[in-house]
């Protein structure tokens, strides 16, 4: 696989993991509570066991997710999954489109991603797995990784990647966390990734929200 970035984001947790067959996973950055991780990898790589190292606290960003208001919770909550999936999406094409600095590593603009069914069961499959199971992990509880949840979907990827988030509670909120992280803006900014699947769900406290983005490039 390719290069592994392992970033974390915001009083929303996110993650991110890219990996080339000879690079080394790089931090990503967190809120204290709340985590945010990274994971892009390409057929082959198999990630470090141990995730939790890679979580960083994210104060300013933090700091800004906590205005949220109060009823944002419930809002998120009764729309239609879809309709949040194509907000996060609308938004990551945006940011695609106009070509970003994500920490050291520029990126140009390039093509829009474009939804992806089997992506989008794979993303809402485990940010319920993370859900139900009250974890924060790329890990899934049955051991999957994302290439593995990938496979799964019927999807055939020459690389795979994947941004988790918990606490934002808007589409806006968890983008914005995102792109705020190197590891989590690569993911988001590759250009050899062509589709994309977004899935969230609301943990057993309310108003707790697990998110999740599956990026792949088709092949292999």
């Not at 690079?23 to 790589?45: H, K, N």
């Not at 198999?46 to 995730?51: E, F, Q, Y």
């Not at 606490?167 to 705020?180: I, M, N, Q, R, Y």
């Amino acid at each position: 696989m390719r290069r592994c970035t392992r970033p974390r984001t915001t009083a929303a947790t996110a993650s991110p993991c890219t990996r080339k067959r000879r690079s080394s996973p790089r931090d990503a950055t967190g809120r204290p509570s709340r985590l945010a991780r990274v994971m892009r990898v390409q057929d082959g790589f198999t990630p470090p066991r141990n995730n939790r190292r890679m979580i960083r606290p994210f104060a300013a960003l933090a700091t800004v997710l906590l205005l949220a208001p109060a009823g944002a919770q419930t809002l998120l909550a009764s729309r239609p999954p879809e309709i949040v999936a194509a907000r996060v999406l609308d938004l990551v094409n945006q940011a695609r489109a106009q070509g970003r600095r994500c920490g050291a590593q520029d990126f140009p603009p390039t093509a829009p991603l474009a939804e992806a069914q089997p992506l989008e069961a794979a993303a809402r499959a485990h940010a319920r797995d993370m859900a139900n199971g009250g974890f924060f992990e790329h890990r899934g509880s049955n051991g999957s990784q994302p290439r593995d949840r990938v496979r799964a979907s019927g999807y055939r990827a020459r690389l795979t990647g994947e941004n988790i988030a918990f606490g934002p509670e808007s589409a806006e909120e968890v983008v914005a966390g995102w792109l705020a992280s190197p590891g989590h803006c690569a993911n988001i900014m590759d250009g050899r990734f062509r589709h994309t699947g977004v899935g969230f769900a609301e943990g057993r406290k309310a108003g707790h929200y697990y998110w999740v983005q599956t990026f792949a490039a088709p092949g292999g």
